[in-house]
T-cell receptor
Framework: ETGVTQTPRHLVMGMTNKKSLKCEQH?????MYWYKQSAKKPLELMFV???????ENNSVPSRFSPECPNSSHLFLHLHTLQPEDSALYLC????????????????FGQGTRLTVV | GESVGLHLPTLSVQEGDNSIINCAYS??????FIWYKQESGKGPQFIID?????DKRQGQRVTVLLNKTVKHLSLQIAATQPGDSAVYFC?????????FGDGTTLTVKP
């Protein structure tokens, strides 16, 4: 248990659906991140939030919409996804954002396995 | 452009042997490096980090070596155990950006 909880663990959605991924941390961290992990590809940073403010959007398509209502919660809203968006979506948090996308002492959740059909 | 790569996608070792996982990076301005371990069904877990002003750092059963001359990073695991079986990622960070490598799958044979 890393202290970062992601729900749901698995999600299957159609291309016309709207769904949301949730991430929660109670580690007192101020920076939160969304990563995409596809098979046979390196981890890809998607978004960075620092003190609830988005500080990084790594050219992510608008069908992915992040939301950070407070330092403990991070959402990823999904709509009109494509089959190639199927992947493991990982949330991470760190004490601060000394390094964009490469936090010191990063804590990752277990991820949401997303399948788009 | 930036890239971080691992020399081998898979590594198989005998239980009790030492393991060495390698990583090459291309950005000479990188100032911070991290190794992560990802077990099946779990997210990446921080193992050890090293800053560019160091060339060696030791943890519990793990050692990270940094050779800035050839832009090479390695993770050494002493007395490898079955629980060490996982995918290992290196990552480098440079004042605003970080990049993850592809990952090396370590398999420990009993």
């Amino acid at each position: 248990e890393t202290g970062v909880t992601q729900t749901p663990r698995h999600l299957v959605m159609g291309m016309t659906n709207k769904k949301s991924l949730k991430c929660e941390q109670h580690l007192g961290h101020n920076a939160m991140y969304w990563y995409k992990q596809s098979a046979k590809k390196p981890l890809e940073l998607m978004f960075v939030y620092n003190f609830k403010e988005q500080t990084e959007n790594n050219s992510v398509p608008s069908r992915f919409s992040p939301e950070c209502p407070n330092s403990s919660h991070l959402f990823l809203h999904l709509h009109t996804l494509q089959p190639e968006d199927s992947a493991l979506y990982l949330c991470a948090s760190s004490q601060d954002q000394r390094f964009f996308g490469g936090p010191t002492e990063a804590f990752f959740g277990q991820g949401t396995r997303l399948t788009v059909v | 452009g930036e890239s971080v790569g691992l020399h081998l996608p898979t590594l198989s070792v005998q239980e009790g042997d030492n393991s060495i996982i390698n990583c090459a990076y291309s950005n000479s301005a990188s100032d911070y490096f991290i190794w992560y371990k990802q077990e099946s069904g779990k997210g990446p877990q921080f193992i050890i980090d090293i800053r560019s002003n160091m060339d060696k750092r030791q943890g519990q059963r793990v050692t990270v070596l940094l050779n800035k001359t050839v832009k090479h990073l390695s993770l050494q695991i002493a007395a490898t155990q079955p629980g060490d079986s996982a995918v290992y990622f290196c990552a480098e960070a440079n004042a605003g950006k970080s990049t993850f490598g592809d990952g090396t799958t370590l398999t420990v044979k009993p």
